[in-house]
């Protein structure tokens, strides 16, 4: 069964960077579209950034300028650059792709901003 699957988070310091990666385990599942989403704890889940299939992107305030959302269709994954991280952006982060009318979500990579 095809999955998503995560990798690239961790802890960091304040104004530090990281780079998470969101892969398909099938190349059979190519992506169309994708996002990033966060939960804070104790917070709901929240839209990060939304690529499209022609790379229009999107993003929250709150990352915008700091956060950029890429998608290289030869490794059919989807990354989220994050520079100049905050104790807010702490959360657990999530992918979702799109392949046709079959989306996947990824299993979560936690990412924490503490000195």
């Known amino acids: 069964q095809v999955q998503l699957v995560e990798s690239g988070g961790g802890l960091v310091q304040p104004g530090g960077s990281l780079r998470l990666s969101c892969a398909a385990s099938?190349?059979?599942?190519?992506?169309?579209?994708g996002a990033w989403y966060r939960q804070p704890p104790g917070e709901q889940r929240e839209l990060v950034a939304a690529?499209?299939?022609?790379?229009?992107?999107d993003y929250a305030d709150s990352v915008k300028g700091r956060f950029t959302i890429s998608k290289d269709n030869t490794k059919n994954a989807i990354y989220l650059q994050m520079n100049s991280l905050k104790p807010e952006d702490t959360a657990v982060y999530y992918c979702?792709?799109?392949?046709?009318?079959?989306?996947?979500w990824g299993q979560g990579t936690l990412v924490t901003v503490s000195s």
């Open positions: 979702t792709a799109l392949s046709g009318d079959l989306e996947l």
């Open positions: 099938e190349t059979a599942f190519s992506i169309d579209a």
């Open positions: 690529i499209g299939t022609t790379t229009i992107t």
